[in-house]
């Protein structure tokens, strides 16, 4: 049982490291998608959605590629004592990647559904692009915004492709649950520990889905709320 609690933890800090990570350069990314029209924002687009489309075990030799111990990005980030190579920061990067889509799109729907007229009324108001951002975009655009975080740690929860393609699975340091299943399934007398293995990553992805829901729900009734009061 301490084994199943370590991985648990393991799984859970990967998780949210990972979508803490994303989600400011989900924020960035769904802002410029939402925002602005440009030549190549369709390959911009196509970018930010490849890793939920690519084969994960691509996109883990990808992140080998350019964070492993000898790839450039790798021996950079090492200079400061942070090492991504078969180490659990390098489960969580690729945890953060791969739930980095399922983040842009809701947030880029709820800046899209901001009126550009409130903007032009905050601009002739006085308000400045920081100042709109913080009191307008941020309050209307939560409800996506804390969807895609759920939805993006849920999805970071059960990642394997990339994870063991990237670090290996290495008990105590990179085998989360997803892999911690994998490894057990080769063992002839491990089913037992697989169906609790499973029961609980079923758990909690469940858990972290209904969530979502009711935290979008009763924000988006407080918003309701907030806008039929001012008006």
Known sequence: MTDIAGIVLLTLKVGLVGVGFA??????????????????????????????????????????????PMAPLGRFFAQFGLQFGFRWTGAALAAGLVA???????????????????HEALAVAGHGFWSRLWRL????????????????FAKALGEFGATITFVAS????????????????????????VYILAAISVTLS????????VLVARLAVRLTGRETSRA
């Open 23 to 68: 989600l400011p350069l989900a924020f960035f990314l769904g802002f410029v998608l939402a925002r602005y029209s440009f030549r190549g924002k369709a390959v911009l687009s196509a970018l930010v959605m490849l890793p939920l489309v690519l084969p994960p075990v691509v996109t883990g030799l990808v992140l080998l590629d350019l964070f492993g």
């Open 100 to 118: 980095l889509p399922l983040m842009v799109r809701p947030i880029r729907l709820g800046l899209e559904g901001v009126d550009p007229g409130l």
């Open 170 to 193: 290495i008990p105590g340091e990179t085998r989360t649950l997803s892999l911690a299943i994998f490894s057990t399934l080769q063992s002839a007398n491990g089913m037992e520990m």
């Open 137 to 152: 975009d941020l309050p209307l655009a939560m409800p996506g915004i804390l969807a895609g975080l759920i939805m993006g």
């Open 206 to 213: 469940v858990v972290a889905v209904i969530a979502s829901e």
